[in-house]
Nanobody, 122 residues
Framework: QVQLQESGGGSVQAGGSLKLSCQVD?????LAWFRQAPGKEREGVAV??????SRNYADSVKDRFTISQNKYMLYLEMSSLKPEDSAMYYC????????????????????WGPGTQVTVSS
């Protein structure tokens, strides 16, 4: 079973940057970042295929966030942060070889990390 562990969350002022990391203990086909703010549904932020260059982003973070991987680490570089980016951020994985970057729905990712909190102050 693949295990995921996020790190790098914290507090930052609006306009600032933060880089999240996720240690991926095992082989996967798709990796993604999700976030969930209090009282809101879990939202897909970015996804990639681990054996190619395919990536996809939520419209709300395009041109501000970058998802990348390096062997057994997944990253999310966040810049121009806004207060509405405040949330618990989760790393998620799929071992389904047919997974695609076309979906940012949480149901497509059965493996989850415990999350890391990001707080952006105005």
């Amino acid at each position: 079973q693949v295990q995921l562990q996020e790190s790098g969350g914290g507090s930052v002022q609006a306009g600032g940057s933060l880089k999240l990391s996720c240690q991926v203990d095992g082989y996967t086909f798709c990796l993604a970042w999700f976030r969930q703010a209090p009282g809101k549904e879990r939202e897909g932020v970015a996804v990639l295929r681990t054996n190619g260059n395919s990536r996809n982003y939520a419209d709300s973070v395009k041109d501000r966030f970058t998802i990348s991987q390096n062997k057994y680490m997944l990253y999310l570089e966040m810049s121009s942060l806004k207060p509405e980016d405040s949330a618990m951020y989760y790393c998620a994985a799929s071992r389904d070889w047919q997974c695609t970057v076309d979906t940012l729905g949480p149901a497509a990712f059965p493996i989850w990390g415990p999350g890391t909190q990001v707080t952006v102050s105005s």
